[in-house]
């Protein structure tokens, strides 16, 4: 299996911005992916990347750096209802499968 | 509508007991997987399949069967419950394209007494 560190906890102020941290280490890599979880939901996909650098989505913006085994998920502009957890997951070449960590729960205060 | 569809949504089981949670997906993929998800630990993944007939074990495949009879069935089974296994079920279906994501089903909510 995989690695996958988050910390628990992020909190963040309304209008401004929240990065979620995301550190890995593994044993085969074919890129990582980030979900959106709200309490009693399943998780919603935002996005993957696998190539190093920083990737523009707009209200989400992913960075990765495969050297350190690193990611980060940079929300913009928030809003309250952007507070939810947020899941990092490491893919694995075989059969894509999904090593997730264990959430941050980011919220976001008027 | 591709979808992925568990069931039981809910589901009360004595210590003891066999269940069988259920899912099924319109997605046609190849891959399906079962995790379980528990406050502290995030998704972890029991089994996994590539296709109709085969089994792989997760990370915590113990106390836990899968069985995978068609590309749509993707089955777990607990066949003597614990306490333990109190969790929320979550199945999900992808290919094998790197850069696609998963379909989730809404999860089951299983409680062992």
């Known amino acids: 299996g995989q690695g996958v560190e988050q910390p628990d906890n992020l909190m963040s102020v309304e209008g401004t911005f929240a990065r979620v941290n995301c550190t890995y280490s593994t044993s085969g890599f074919n890129g990582l992916s980030w979900y959106q979880q709200r309490e009693g939901h399943a998780p919603v996909f935002l996005s993957y990347?696998?190539?190093?650098g920083l990737k523009d989505s707009g209200h989400f913006s992913t960075f990765l750096s495969r050297s350190n085994g690193y990611s980060y998920l940079l929300l913009t502009e928030l809003q309250i209802k952007d507070s939810a957890s947020y899941l990092c997951a490491v893919r694995e070449p075989n059969y894509n499968v999904l090593y997730f960590g264990s959430g941050t729960k980011l919220t976001v205060e008027p | 509508e591709a979808a992925v569809t568990q069931s039981p949504r809910n589901k009360v089981a004595v210590t003891g007991g066999k269940v069988t949670l259920s899912c099924n997906q319109t997605?046609?993929?190849?891959?399906m997987y079962w995790y379980r998800q528990d406050t502290g630990h995030g998704l972890r993944l029991i089994h996994y399949?590539?296709?109709?007939?085969?089994?792989e074990k997760g990370d915590i495949p113990d106390g836990y069967k899968a069985s995978r009879p068609s590309q749509e069935n993707f089955s777990l089974i607990l066949e003597l419950a614990t306490p333990s296994q109190t969790s929320v079920y979550f199945c999900a279906s992808g290919d094998d394209r790197g850069g696609s994501d998963y379909t989730f089903g809404s999860g089951t909510r299983l409680l062992v007494i």
């Open positions: 997605n046609n993929h190849n891959n």
């Open positions: 399949s590539y296709g109709a007939g085969s089994t």
């Open positions: 990347v696998v190539l190093d």
